[in-house]
T-cell receptor, first 115, second 114 residues
Framework: AQKVTQAQTEISVVEKEDVTLDCVYE???????LFWYKQPPSGELVFLIR??????QNEISGRYSWNFQKSTSSFNFTITASQVVDSAVYFC????????????FGSGTQLTVLP | GAGVSQSPSNKVTEKGKDVELRCDPI?????LYWYRQSLGQGLEFLIY????????KSGLPSDRFSAERTGGSVSTLTIQRTQQEDSAVYLC????????????FGSGTRLTVV
């Protein structure tokens, strides 16, 4: 069985602040994939990133960066210089080789960026 | 089409009626998933189709729920004798062959059972 924990239910920041969204996962599989999705008020889940368990390199994409650490089973997401348009619910998710590729989602973090 | 299309976008039904929700995946995507998003339960996996293989129905909450995928493309999720606890947003996703890339989600169907 696998589990994804997003301990932060809600975060509120002022525009231009940096913010980190935490994600901790549990799985016994050695091969797994981690994802981050954004769900803006419109409701559609927008894919942000996919990372496999064999690739621990951190990744930066514009204002977004991801820190994957197998030693702590964490896959944290940082938004630099946040903007109002970043306001959304962010979900971390996990799938493993043994789970028929179904995604196990965390409970989500509601990020509000204030102007 | 360019994305995953779901219909209807909103559905209000009376308790005890049957409903059908439709998902049209991205052309060429062999994997198709149904998820349910509700306030108390977050995002829950319901069912998974991969090509012509038997579907993984392990997430269906009761035998009132069923789904089919015709011709490896369009999928229909059917809920029989709807209950108020079935009220949720039903999301469909598709992906290319297993394990490649991200899953693309549709905008969902908001089901309200009154």
């Amino acid at each position: 069985a696998q589990k994804v924990t997003q301990a932060q239910t809600e975060i509120s920041v002022v525009e231009k602040e940096d913010v980190t969204l935490d994600c901790v996962y549990e799985t016994r599989d050695t091969t797994y994939y981690l994802f981050w999705y954004k769900q803006p008020p419109s409701g559609e889940l927008v894919f942000l990133i996919r990372r496999n368990s064999f690739d621990e390199q951190n990744e930066i994409s514009g204002r977004y960066s991801w820190n994957f650490q197998k030693s702590t089973s964490s896959f944290n997401f940082t938004i630099t210089a946040s903007q109002v348009v970043d306001s959304a619910v962010y979900f971390c998710a996990l799938t493993t080789s043994g789970s028929a590729r179904q995604l196990t989602f965390g409970s989500g973090t509601q990020l509000t960026v204030l102007p | 089409g360019a994305g995953v299309s779901q219909s209807p976008s909103n559905k209000v039904t009376e308790k005890g009626k049957d409903v059908e929700l439709r998902c049209d995946p991205i052309s060429g995507h062999t994997a198709l998933y149904w998820y349910r998003q509700s306030l108390g339960q977050g995002l829950e996996f319901l069912i998974y189709f991969q090509g012509n293989s038997a579907p993984d129905k392990s997430g269906l909450p009761s035998d009132r729920f069923s789904a089919e995928r015709t011709g490896g493309s369009v999928s229909t999720l059917t809920i029989q004798r709807t209950q108020q606890e079935d009220s949720a947003v039903y999301l469909c996703a598709s992906s290319p062959r297993q394990g490649s890339g991200g899953y693309t989600f549709g905008s969902g169907t908001r089901l309200t059972v009154v």
